[in-house]
């Protein structure tokens, strides 16, 4: 390993957080050495026992159901009802992304998860110069209510749970699909699914930011107000800890940041005006299920026992609806490798087990040519047959938390549980999740070098790329975007910008903007606004007009 990890403190060998440096310290081996460590440093002992866990296990687990959820938020977990299999897709059309939710719902899919595109996370229209050669690659493109109707073509959407992976426009594409489930018949209270609206992260880990902090926070509450008194069974956010793993955190910081962000959500909706037993039962959280079965297992413990805990403590919580963290889980897409792509089933496997094990309350399951390009629908069936065998052919779902009483998974429990409100003290110290955004982008950043450079230095095996290493062609049938996908989709946004009711439309913008200007709810107006075929782009860029951008602060 190198010798950066001895540098920050002088007894940085024996790892662990540092709360004088402000920092995680990886633990240091060398030859001969043979301690066993988690991907957080924690160490892993040769045999666990009672001693591990005394004393206080009892008061730490609780029962399944009751706080504080450590073994699991309902009382007969999937004995009683499966996680939700939801699946994450979009990519090149409405129409062709339609046809992929309806396959994944023929082949036994019980939610949709929507992927959009780059432009749509931006708050750009398709027919955007800046948006020449992205259109349709990451996800599926949505710039008005047509398209967010052909997509949902046929899928009634009062019978279908839809998760939507967007942040900085998420208040927009919920009005689209409020929209939409007008068009059907289905009035917003019988809407169920979540918007990830979880602005934080994107500052901290992932850049799909528009507006600065303030004006974007203020949508995030703006959403969860709407949904509280119109869309009750909506999630208003995914608070997610998993892109700041894929950027290379560890489950340590995961747990502790994604937190910090979610104590950073409640302040801010508390400030304006909404009571934590009101909202808090529509906050929902995101985690990464990573390769180290045993720590992941227990993170996702640790956390549901740690913001339970922030909940009644810290504010004052009395609904256990209020208390409980709910979580979907993504397998780690970070750890997909192009080499040997068939590896990556097994990967998978097991890191959805760990999900499973861990409680959670829906999950994606990475393909296997996520490495290579957009998932074929062979590799697509493939990763939702891996979560029906686990939920059908393993037995894990038989037994209320499994694994709870475990010596090895309670001590990790608690480990990760101390350390993480290590690091959430040093994140109040210094004002917030808001305040604290430098620091915890460096702490990411350090851990990617570290995890980076141990599998360099081959101290970290990854079977295909480091060991066990063969020579191999990309396998055939890789999935392929249309290329001709940006140019007819912004001919269509333009053509429906000449179509529209051109007063109608500007006199919602405009409503819009003063709104924006002032303090008003700005839901009710976005749907107004979308229903007069108002484009994402226009309403991102009356937003612009009055919010700014976010420019980050360049370090020299």
Known sequence: MSDEKTTATSDAEAGGYDPEAHRYIAPVTGPGDERRFTDSGIEIQPLYDEDDVAPGLEERLGEPGSYPFTRGIHEGMYRERLWTMRQYAGFSSPEDTNGRYRYLLEHGSTGLSMAFDLPTQLGRDSDDPLCEGEVGRTGVPIDTIEDMADLFEGIPLDRVSTSMTINATAAILLALYVAVGRRQG??????????????????IARGTYIFPPEPSMRLVTDLFAYCRDEVPRWNTISISGYHMREAGCTAVQEVAFTLANGVAYVE?????????????????????????LLEEIAKFRAARRLWARIMVERFGATDPRAQMLRFHAQTAGSMLTAQQPENNIVRVTVQALAAVLGGCQSLHTNSMDEALALPSETSVRIALRTQQILAHESGVADVVDPLGGAYAIERLTREIEEEASA????????????????????????????????????????????????????PPGLFQVDPGVGEALGGRVARLRRARDADRAARALDALERGARGDANLLPLMVDAVEASVTLGEICDRFRAVFGVHRPAVAV
Do not use: C
Request: glycine residues 6%; charged residues 25%; aromatic residues 10%.
């Open 186 to 203: 289905v009035a917003p209270a019988r809407l169920s699914g979540t918007t990830q609206n979880d602005i934080l992260k994107e500052y």
């Open 268 to 292: 801010a909706a508390r400030r304006a005006g909404l009571a934590v037993d009101a909202f808090a039962p529509q906050l929902s959280f995101f985690f990464n299920a990573h390769n180290h």
């Open 423 to 474: 690091y959430i003290r040093t994140i109040d110290e210094m004002g917030g999740a808001v305040a604290a955004i430098g620091f915890m982008q460096r702490e990411i950043q350090d851990a990617a070098y570290r995890w980076q450079r141990e599998v360099e230095d081959r101290a970290r095996i990854v079977v295909g790329v480091n060991e066990f290493v063969t020579e191999e062609p990309p």
